[in-house]
């Protein structure tokens, strides 16, 4: 296996079948990997744009709302498992955009918690319904964008598939390293400690 076909099938998800085509470009993943990044790409710009670096989750009805945005995903894939109906381009996508935007939703909040613990007091990623729906407006249009099948919609996309796949990766390296840091310290910590008691209990 070369290195283009390993990137191919084992982290863009590519196959002819399952790509999606904007003006005569197909994406570099497949439409459902696509869906998913340009989704979490999109809610990531969402809360740099807007300054919501708030590290607490929304409120329980707005988290509701938003988790329910990941059922289609759900849904779609196991309809497909049960042989319910063929496969959709069209669907994976959206139903991937869907699902990225609302794990950004719960990912991003934990980053900001673990990498950022003083951002407690800013504004969480969605506030209330206004700000719910219109995002929802923003995720369809990105959508929709695809229609206009130029070349122009094709990089600007695929810039945010790119961009979404980069800060996922991003952000849970840098959480995992840093919780491993503070654990390591947390234990050295701790063992100096000890050894200090010991040392004083022998004089």
């Not at 991937?96 to 939703?105: K, R």
């Not at 790119?162 to 959480?175: K, N, P, T």
Request: with cysteine; charged share 15%.
């Amino acid at each position: 296996m070369t290195a283009r076909e390993f990137f191919t099938v084992w982290i863009f998800h590519w196959s002819p079948v399952k790509a999606i085509y904007i003006g005569g470009h197909s994406l570099l993943w497949d439409a459902r990997c696509a869906g998913i990044y340009a989704g979490f790409g999109t809610t990531v710009a969402w809360a740099l744009l807007g300054r919501r670096f708030g590290s607490r989750l929304p409120s329980i009805p707005l988290l509701l709302a938003i988790t329910a945005m990941s059922l289609p995903f759900a849904l779609d894939i196991l309809s497909l498992s049960l042989k319910m109906r063929g496969p959709s381009n069209e669907i994976r996508f959206l139903t991937g955009i869907l699902f990225g935007a609302a794990f950004c939703c719960y990912i991003f909040p934990s980053s900001v918690a673990v990498l950022f613990p003083d951002c407690t007091t800013e504004p969480p990623i969605i506030d209330s319904i206004g700000e719910y729906g219109f995002f929802l407006l923003i995720l369809v249009a990105v959508y929709l964008a695809k229609e206009l099948n130029d070349a122009a919609v094709f990089y600007s996309i695929n810039a945010v598939t790119i961009f979404g796949f980069c800060a996922l990766i991003s952000m849970l390296s840098a959480s995992i390293f840093v919780s491993a840091l503070r654990v390591y310290t947390s234990l050295l910590r701790a063992i100096q400690q000890r050894s200090r008691a010991l040392r004083v209990r022998r004089e």
